[in-house]
């Protein structure tokens, strides 16, 4: 669950992958910088989720987003694979607003709403 995440430094991304053994599903969004012209691709990475190897673990999803200053990576837990890999993306809405720059414009394809589904808090 949310609550057992695991924050990776940064270049475990490679080792991890290996360890899991999935290809993670990817989504190039752009980040517009305040004030200027530039405009940087940001990936993000959510994998295909793996049973846990620790003992009475369940279910994990590797997630990671690069093209920041600082790569950010996370291993997701849920019950099932569905929970693990959702969860990874609720993740994905939650965190991106804490990495970007202040200011900074967020799209996928042209649009604010990056596709990841919405929040699951309540209303």
């Given at each position: 669950m949310?609550?057992?995440?695991?924050?990776?430094p940064c270049g475990m991304y490679q080792k991890m992958q290996k360890m899991i053994g999935t290809l993670p599903l990817a989504r190039k969004l752009q980040l517009a910088l305040s004030g200027s012209a530039e405009v940087r691709e940001i990936v993000v990475h959510v994998g295909l989720p793996e049973r846990?190897?620790?003992p009475?673990?369940?279910f994990r999803a590797l997630v990671e987003i690069t093209g920041l200053d600082e790569p950010y990576t996370a291993l997701i837990h849920g019950v099932d694979?569905?929970?693990?890999?959702?969860s990874g993306c609720w993740l994905v809405?939650?965190?991106?607003?804490?990495l970007v720059p202040t200011g900074a414009r967020l799209t996928w394809l042209g649009d604010e709403n990056l596709g990841f589904g919405t929040s699951f808090r309540a209303s």
């Open positions: 949310l609550g057992e995440l695991q924050q990776r846990d190897p620790l009475g673990g369940d694979e569905l929970q693990a890999f959702l809405t939650e965190i991106l607003p804490a």
